[in-house]
């Protein structure tokens, strides 16, 4: 079983549609969770972060952990077409020396 | 410009053949990574650097070495190309502090054919 579980798609919605990215991990020492974007033939960039339990928003993003699921969302309101991009799950290995990262879910947006 | 500086962006090789793949960065970051990106992979850590002279093996090390003499340097060789190295490479970079809160500032890649 891989460290980091994540649905590569793709996943195409309409423009204005609410989008649920999800990741599985089985290492419960994980403790700090990330989300990329990564748009066409550009390198990732980090989109949030969150550490340990819950929710946090950022404008039309909201990151999610279950950390007794072990288990990770990013859900995306009043989706745009500037939206459509590759986004990936991560978080650092135990030592904190590295991240592991999930295979990505490809998502288009159309208008 | 401050960040993550990879060259070349393009590169075309052919089997057997060795080359460097050049990364640098000016943040005076301790943390360094290679990572390779296939399709339906996902990005795939190849050898990483917590500060200089200090290097160890990620997931898919086999084919590749790396060193770090100087803490804004770490490049990344092929000592013997093969198809299966085509693939996006990209390296990365945080600090210490920073890595398990925030993650890496990235290169923008090199993509690498073999034939």
């Known amino acids: 079983q891989k460290e980091v579980e994540q649905d590569p798609g793709p996943l195409s919605v309409p423009e204005g549609a609410i989008v649920s990215l999800n990741c599985t991990y089985s290492?419960?020492?994980?403790?700090?969770f990330m989300w990329y974007r990564q748009y066409s033939r550009k390198g990732p960039e980090l989109l949030m972060y969150t550490y340990s339990s819950g929710n946090k928003e950022d404008g039309r993003f909201t990151a999610q952990v279950d950390k007794s699921s072990k288990y990770i969302s990013l859900f995306i309101r009043d989706s745009q077409p500037s939206d459509s991009a590759t986004y990936l799950c991560a978080m650092a290995n135990q030592a904190g020396t590295a991240l592991i990262f999930g295979k990505g879910t490809t998502l288009s947006v159309s208008s | 410009n401050a960040g993550v500086t990879q060259t070349p962006k393009f590169q075309v090789l052919k089997t057997g053949q060795s080359m460097t793949l050049q990364c640098a960065q000016d943040?005076?970051?301790?943390?360094m990574s290679w990572y390779r990106q296939d399709p339906g992979m996902g990005l795939r850590l190849i050898h990483y650097s917590v500060g200089a002279g200090i290097t160890d093996q990620g997931e898919v090390p086999n084919g590749y070495n790396v060193s770090r003499s100087t803490t804004e340097d770490f490049p990344l060789r092929l000592l013997s190309a093969a198809p299966s190295q085509t693939s996006v490479y990209f390296c990365?970079?945080?600090?210490?502090?920073?890595?398990?809160?925030?993650?890496?500032?990235f290169g923008s890649g090199t993509r690498l054919t073999v034939v």
């Open positions: 290492n419960s020492a994980f403790q700090y």
């Open positions: 990365a970079s945080s600090t210490s502090s920073s890595l398990r809160h925030y993650g890496y500032t």
């Open positions: 943040m005076n970051h301790e943390y």
